[in-house]
């Protein structure tokens, strides 16, 4: 392996630098890999007065649906709401053709053993970041190719 010359400085990128790079790497990824066919999947659960006490921000990329948020007001939790959620997140998602959901969580929102129960594995642990905590990345396999 050849080194790198001296004259090749690593510096901070600014927003310039920022959007050149990701061009670059989107220009690549254009070459390499299918289109990404990203697609929103958001739900909202309503109350008797129309406010919203739970929901789910979820997207598609690829083969797999990424659930980025899930939300529950306290006074409604333990009552199947997150579960219901989830449940149609994947139902849409193998719609469209999912082979996989993704999610991640904290140890201390005390959430593992839920998302075990739905079937999901645990497939990465970050320790200590943010510092005192555990995280969790979880999959579930939700159809076959």
């Known amino acids: 392996m050849s080194s790198i010359p001296d004259t090749i400085k690593v510096k901070a990128a600014g927003a310039e630098d920022v959007s050149f790079i990701q061009q670059a790497m989107d ?17 909202a659960v309503r109350d008797e ?5 739970g929901g789910i921000i979820a997207n598609t990329r690829y083969s797999t649906v990424y659930i ?7 006074r409604y939790r333990r009552r199947g709401i997150g579960r219901k959620l989830i449940e149609r997140v994947e139902r ?18 005390n959430t593992r053993h839920f998302y075990e129960s ?9 320790l200590d970041s943010p510092q005192g905590q555990v995280g969790y990345w979880f999959n579930k396999k939700l159809r076959e190719k």
């Open 27 to 43: 220009a690549y990824d254009a070459k390499m890999l299918p289109p990404e066919n990203i697609r929103d999947l958001n739900f």
């Open 49 to 53: 007065k129309d406010e919203i006490i």
């Open 68 to 74: 980025n948020t899930i939300w529950v007001d306290e």
């Open 92 to 109: 849409e998602a193998r719609k469209m053709g999912c082979v996989y959901s993704a999610l991640g969580s904290w140890e201390s929102f």
């Open 118 to 126: 739905l079937g999901y594995v645990i497939v990465s642990v970050s």
